[in-house]
C-alpha cells in the first residue's frame, strides 16, 4: 500500500479533507515526547501510530503524503458508487415506502425503458392492457432512437394478445415496427414464471411484478430488485437458453 492510499484510509471520514490533512500532518511531526492524548484527536490513535513508525520523522514525506492522501480520498469519493442492486417495489396507492425503499416498479421499469441505448428485454407470464400502456410511449419512443425491443411470451401466457395489439400500433405510429418483435420461448421449456425488464445487458429488473396495471401500479405488493453490472449478462444467457429461435 502506498503512502497516499495508507493517508487516505486514516483521512477517509473527514468532513473537511484538507484541513484534517493539515492536523494529521501536524500530529505526525509532533515529538514523540508531545503526542497529544487521543481526546485531542478525531484520528484512531493505533492509526496514527502506524503512519508514526512508517514516515518516523521525515516531515517532508509527511507532508507530501497527507497532501496525497487527501486528494487520495476525493478521487474515491469522485467515483460512481452506485451499488450493483436496490431493492424495488409496487405499493398500494398512498403506501409510505419504508425507509431504505426509494424505488418503485414503475419507476424502475420507466427507467430503464428512457436509458436503453441498444436493446431492451422484456419477460413476463402475464401482460395486460393497463399495464402495457403505462410502457408504451417510452418503449415506441425507444425503437425511435435505434433500441432493438424484444418481448418474450411464455408458452402459456395468457390476456398477452390485446396488449401486445396495442403495443404495435403504437409503435408504428410513433417508432420504428422494424425494431419490435415478439419472441416464444421453446415449447419444452419449463414454465417461465420470471418477470424481467433487461436495458442494454447492463441493468434488469427482476421481481414478482408482471406487465400488469396491478402489478406496475398497486393495488397488488410487487417486490424485486434492479440489478447493475456483468450479472446482467447472466439474465440474457438464460433467456437465450430456452427462447425458441
Not at 447493475?228 to 444467457?237: F, H, L, S
Request: glycine share 8%; hydrophobic share 45%.
Amino acid at each position: 500500500m502506498d503512502d497516499a492510499e495508507l493517508v487516505g484510509g486514516v483521512l477517509i471520514d473527514s468532513v473537511d479533507l484538507w484541513t484534517a490533512a493539515k492536523q494529521l500532518a501536524a500530529i505526525l511531526t509532533e515529538p514523540n515526547n508531545e503526542v497529544r492524548p487521543p481526546s485531542r484527536s478525531s484520528f484512531d490513535p493505533d492509526l496514527v501510530g502506524v503512519l508514526r513508525a512508517r514516515f518516523e520523522d521525515d516531515r517532508t514525506r509527511i507532508e507530501a503524503a497527507c497532501n496525497l492522501g487527501a486528494a487520495w480520498v476525493l478521487g474515491r469519493r469522485s467515483v460512481d458508487s452506485e451499488p450493483p442492486w436496490e431493492l424495488v417495489a409496487s405499493l398500494p396507492v398512498g403506501a409510505r415506502l419504508p425507509f431504505g425503499l426509494r424505488r418503485t416498479t414503475g419507476e424502475t421499469l420507466m427507467q430503464l425503458v428512457t436509458q436503453a441505448t441498444r436493446s431492451l428485454r422484456l419477460v413476463a407470464p402475464f401482460i395486460d392492457r393497463p399495464g402495457m400502456a403505462f410502457l408504451a410511449d417510452a418503449l415506441a419512443a425507444s425503437t425511435a432512437r435505434g433500441v432493438v425491443l424484444e418481448i418474450m411470451l411464455p408458452t402459456r401466457s395468457t390476456r398477452a394478445g390485446d396488449a401486445l395489439g396495442d403495443l404495435e400500433q403504437t409503435i408504428t405510429r410513433d417508432g420504428v415496427i422494424q425494431r419490435f418483435s415478439v419472441a416464444t420461448l421453446r415449447p419444452d421449456a419449463p414454465w417461465a414464471h420470471l418477470k424481467v425488464l433487461v436495458s442494454d445487458s447492463a441493468a434488469a429488473y427482476i421481481g414478482s411484478a408482471n406487465v400488469t396495471g396491478a402489478g406496475i401500479a398497486g393495488p397488488n405488493l410487487e417486490l424485486g430488485v434492479l440489478v447493475r453490472g456483468r450479472a446482467v449478462e447472466v439474465v440474457d444467457e438464460l433467456l437465450d437458453l430456452f427462447r425458441d429461435r
